[in-house]
């Protein structure tokens, strides 16, 4: 149920550390890990990084449990394919996503900011899994709930074998 890498951010995420890891493939989440869940705005730092990835030849696509237009039109402008009404963390929405981008679950990372959804998905099909800080705390109801839950987790990632970027 933990992650195995842990960034403040997506776009610290080295891509070249992704490819001598094996990842040819990743899958991420949408809301508060690409963009605010409250926002449609792509920040520059985002938009580069997907660049970056995409230069080191590793295929992206985009996961969500969101049904909203919002999803396609991020989706539109980064030039990625998106997966919507995922159901993160059953299996399916991953499973499609690999179909999509070509990739093997050895060769699949998925990033993400919600442990039970992410990166239990990540884990139940062994793909490596990564979290992120959230992008904004200013989040539904359920939302909030889960998060107080992960945070109780969060404390004992220091004492897992976690890679930090």
């Not at 890891?21 to 730092?45: A, R, Y």
């Not at 990739?103 to 039970?116: L, Y």
């Not at 109801?141 to 109780?152: G, P, S």
Request: proline share 4%.
């Amino acid at each position: 149920m933990y992650p195995k890498i842990c960034a403040a951010a997506i776009h610290e995420i080295d891509a070249l550390k992704l490819k001598s890891k094996g990842i040819k493939g990743v899958i991420v989440d949408l809301d508060n890990t690409l963009v605010s869940s409250k926002s449609e705005h792509l920040t520059e730092e985002v938009r580069d990084w997907v660049e970056r990835i995409k230069k080191e030849g590793i295929s992206l696509c985009i996961v969500s449990n969101n049904w909203q237009k919002k999803g396609k039109k991020i989706a539109k402008i980064l030039d990625v394919p998106i997966v919507m009404f995922a159901f993160k963390p059953r299996k399916r929405g991953f499973k499609t996503a690999m179909r999509i981008i070509g990739t093997k679950r050895h060769e699949t990372a998925v990033i993400g900011d919600q442990i039970f959804t992410d990166i239990l998905g990540a884990n139940r099909l062994m793909l490596l899994p990564i979290l992120v800080e959230p992008l904004n705390l200013n989040e539904p109801i359920q939302t909030r709930f889960l998060r107080v839950l992960e945070y109780r987790f969060v404390n004992r990632f220091h004492e897992k074998d976690i890679e930090w970027m």
